[in-house]
């Protein structure tokens, strides 16, 4: 959410990050603090409204170096992010094996994949392996496209595939790694399948 491109989603969301650019330090600090520990404890959607907001906000947090200020106090289950000194707030995403945990605050990788607990990155890896060729159908060339006879029914097929993959992801795997961390995002969506976040739910 870093508001680089000049899409219509991404201005939206710049234009509602002003409510957070206004807060002085203190004020952002406070109210940071005060949502993680609405947040703990849980296993959150990416979607849902109470993470875009606080994304929002970490990423004004970020940019003036609220956390390296000490300004407020936050929950105590919250240990330092070693990429940013922000409190541990991990995202699961499809990127799994690549880019680790990502961390809500700087968008780097909060936890390297090797770094996981044992038995919980073996289902990780699993999922992500599974996952992988299913998000690769968006991503066919033209050849591949072609050999595949019908591609506008493989693209459905595996937008299928990829909202039951997604819905694993948030009600098997985010919930194990809520045994090791004090809260838990996991990515709803994806995009190049056009899987939106209301399309992953039970029974879709």
Not at 125 to 139: R, T
Not at 146 to 164: I, L
């Amino acid at each position: 959410m870093a508001f680089e491109s000049d899409s219509p989603l991404d201005q939206l969301w710049k234009s509602y990050s002003r409510t957070f650019a206004a807060f002085d330090d203190l004020t952002l600090a406070r109210w940071l603090a005060q949502t993680l520990g609405q947040l703990e404890g849980r296993v959150w959607r990416l979607s849902h409204p109470l993470v875009g907001a606080y994304r929002l906000a970490a990423l004004i947090a970020h940019e003036r170096q609220i956390w390296l200020k000490r300004l407020a106090t936050i929950p105590a289950v919250y240990q330092d992010a070693a990429c940013c000194r922000a409190p541990v707030l991990p995202l699961l995403t499809r990127d799994v094996r690549e880019s680790g945990l990502i961390c809500q605050h700087c968008n780097e990788t909060l936890i390297a994949f090797s770094d996981l607990p044992h038995e919980v990155a073996e289902l990780i890896a699993a999922w992500a392996d599974e996952y992988e060729p299913v998000h690769g159908v968006a991503h066919w060339d033209d050849c591949r496209r072609r050999s595949a006879g019908d591609y506008e029914r493989a693209y459905e097929n595996a937008a299928q595939q990829a909202e039951q993959l997604l819905l694993r992801a948030g009600t098997q795997l985010a919930p194990r790694l809520l045994e090791h961390y004090p809260a838990i995002i996991w990515e709803d969506q994806d995009e190049c399948l056009e899987v939106r976040p209301e399309d992953v739910r039970p029974g879709s």
